[in-house]
């Protein structure tokens, strides 16, 4: 079974149609054109309901099968404090490591993109983590609300 069906399949109950945070206006988008072979998003509530975690976890897991790898999308939207944001895509690689592809898995190589979207933010954050900040070996990107960027201009595997 592919490994897109299979987690569609396996945690049916935490699939949502769009990266959405708590608020309202918090969305991303994740791509604009069809050329999109297979996605599938898994919601943070949802999950951890499925999963049994009780720690904070991020907004959503996009995972795209692109024609030579699969593309894990690590996403966190927040609207002001971005102090656990690090912390909680760390969890959410170890969520998808540990437990969703000890589920549903595939030979494909892997990309996994790790991004925080906030309403705004201060320059010397963002390029402080954008420039000192990695999670195994992968740089975190810093996106607004209003970008025009989508899932697919950051994570190259699409």
């Not at 897109?4 to 791509?31: L, S």
């Not at 943070?44 to 907004?59: A, H, Q, R, V, Y």
């Not at 170890?94 to 991004?115: A, G, H, M, P, Q």
Request: charged fraction near 30%; hydrophobic fraction near 35%; aromatic fraction near 6%.
């Amino acid at each position: 079974m592919p490994i897109i069906e299979c987690i569609k399949k396996e945690f049916k109950e935490a699939v949502v149609d769009q990266c959405k945070g708590a608020k309202k206006n918090q969305k991303f988008n994740i791509f604009n054109n069809n050329k999109i072979k297979s996605h599938v998003i898994l919601s943070d509530e949802k999950l951890k309901e499925k999963l049994d975690i009780t720690s904070k976890i991020p907004d959503c897991i996009i995972f795209i099968e692109g024609s030579q790898c699969l593309a894990i999308g690590i996403v966190e939207l927040k609207s002001k404090d971005i102090s656990k944001a690090e912390k909680q895509l760390l969890d959410g690689q170890e969520i998808v490591n540990e437990k969703i592809l000890k589920i549903c898995s595939d030979n494909k190589e892997r990309e996994y993109c790790f991004i925080i979207i906030a309403d705004s933010w201060n320059s010397r954050i963002k390029h402080k983590i954008e420039q000192q900040k990695t999670i195994n070996g992968n740089k975190v990107r810093c996106l607004t609300y209003k970008t025009n960027l989508t899932f697919c201009d950051i994570c190259h595997c699409c």
